[in-house]
């Protein structure tokens, strides 16, 4: 029952201050009580100025509080230091749509323990370089769609635990050198939607750089993928790299990114990919291609890449001699090896002598075609055989020849045809049809080759010659 009167009594001096203070009213804006742990201030004016002159007062209001969120807040253009004392629980802080310009450099002493801190959607052009060195235990950043332009020398310097940075939206032109050479255990870093040109991996993060599993340099100004662009950044698993101006990929862009399981490079201007530009990626499962002017690329460019089972494209690709990716959306597949033709396999529109043969042109990897043998010919004690499509060649074979269970008059010398058991005929000068049993023939060679070899041998050990 105290405790219960000295909060109200508490809430009541809060209220008596702020209603001479230009109509403020923290009780009203924030909603929160002394059991709150999560607190929300949403719309209405704030008085930083009174709250910074009466230290402990969001303190006292709300003394369990791990989250506090202001959302579209005015008066907060700038933050200033000191407006969090006594918040010694606060572990989560943001300011979303509160036109917040600047922020001091001492605007988050007193809270060291903070582990999430937004100040997404504001007009931030600038920061102090030392004004996160107050929070050694941040894990999470979002400075998303502000004004920052960079290149941010030593912003992060101390933010040696951060795991998740956010700066997305913004004017970034430049990235400083040794960016992120502290931030070891960085895992995800968002950076699309910027004016960034170039992005060096050697230069930017410390030489095992293996956190950091997702990259996303979307809708950027990159047109070329260098050899250092990602090389130390070897635990990636995630890189967006769509909505550039990116013209062509090679054998060196993805070099060490032997975990990448997703890559993303749709709505840019590649026109050519070198052969060998995703042997190096075994564990790519999921690539968009969509929307880049690609007319021609290697049959087997996809070669060896068993893990992926995701192909997103538009139109049609051109693979060696066929069009062979024929694309809507998506291609979803347990194994894209039996749905992509052209990267596995190219094989030439099948044709068969005195066959019949359905329309194989092999656009797809394992494409079947049925041969059967037109009337009057035959294959062994076959009439028809299936062929498959692999490895740019293709498999199977039937030779179509004159039957022999058919009158042979009127095939010309030297025609050939088989009768039921395999065994072929030849119809000889003399007109009549002689037998030849192809077993025998190949005994009869079989052994002539083996008494030359044994003639030979012993004229050598007697010292003649053959």
């Not at 606060?90 to 809270?111: H, K, N, Q, R, Y």
Request: charged share 10%; hydrophobic share 40%; with cysteine.
């Amino acid at each position: 029952m105290e405790l219960r009167l000295l909060h109200c009594a508490v809430l009541l001096l809060i209220a008596a201050l702020a209603a001479g203070a230009n109509g403020y009213a923290l009780t009203t804006l924030c909603s929160c009580n002394s059991t709150d742990t999560v607190v929300q201030c949403t719309g209405g004016t704030i008085d930083a100025a009174f709250l910074v002159s009466a230290p402990g007062t969001l303190a006292a209001a709300c003394p369990l509080m791990t989250t506090l969120n202001f959302f579209a807040v005015s008066g907060l253009s700038t933050v200033p230091g000191g407006l969090f004392q006594g918040l010694t629980k606060l572990d989560s802080l943001s300011f979303s749509f509160c036109s917040v310009v600047t922020v001091s450099p001492s605007a988050f002493m007193g809270i060291s323990q903070l582990t999430d801190l937004g100040l997404a959607h504001n007009t931030i052009a600038t920061l102090p370089s030392n004004v996160f060195d107050a929070l050694p235990n941040l894990l999470s950043l979002d400075l998303t769609d502000n004004q920052l332009a960079g290149p941010l020398s030593g912003l992060f310097y101390t933010l040696t635990r951060l795991t998740i940075l956010l700066l997305g939206s913004n004017r970034l032109t430049q990235l400083a050198p040794g960016q992120f050479v502290t931030n070891r255990a960085l895992a995800t870093l968002f950076l699309g939607q910027n004016q960034l040109k170039s992005f060096n991996s050697v230069s930017l993060f410390p030489a095992q750089a293996q956190s950091l599993n997702s990259l996303d340099l979307s809708f950027n100004q990159f047109t070329s993928v260098t050899a250092t662009m990602f090389s130390r950044l070897t635990g990636l698993t995630i890189l967006r790299l769509n909505n550039n101006s990116i013209t062509a990929l090679s054998s060196s862009s993805f070099q060490n990114l032997s975990l990448l399981g997703t890559l993303d490079v749709q709505g840019n201007a590649i026109k050519s990919i070198e052969p060998r530009t995703f042997r190096v990626l075994p564990a790519l499962s999921n690539l968009a291609l969509e929307g880049n002017p690609i007319s021609l690329i290697d049959a087997n460019l996809f070669s060896g890449l068993a893990s992926l089972t995701q192909l997103t494209c538009t139109g049609s690709v051109t693979c060696g001699t066929s069009s062979d990716i024929q694309c809507s959306t998506a291609i979803v597949g347990s194994s894209l090896a039996s749905v992509v033709g052209c990267p596995l396999s190219d094989c030439q529109p099948l044709t068969w002598p005195n066959a019949n043969t359905s329309a194989c042109s092999a656009i797809i990897f394992g494409n079947t075609c049925s041969v059967t043998c037109s009337s009057g010919f035959r294959g062994g004690s076959a009439t028809s055989a299936t062929f498959q499509c692999g490895g740019s060649r293709w498999y199977g074979y039937i030779a179509c020849l004159p039957d022999a269970r058919q009158t042979n008059s009127g095939y010309a010398d030297g025609s050939f045809w088989l009768d039921d058991a395999g065994k072929l005929y030849m119809k000889d000068t003399s007109g009549f049809a002689t037998l030849y049993d192809l077993l025998t023939e190949a005994q009869t060679c079989d052994l002539q080759i083996s008494t030359l070899q044994m003639q030979v041998s012993s004229l050598k050990n007697s010292g003649g010659r053959p």
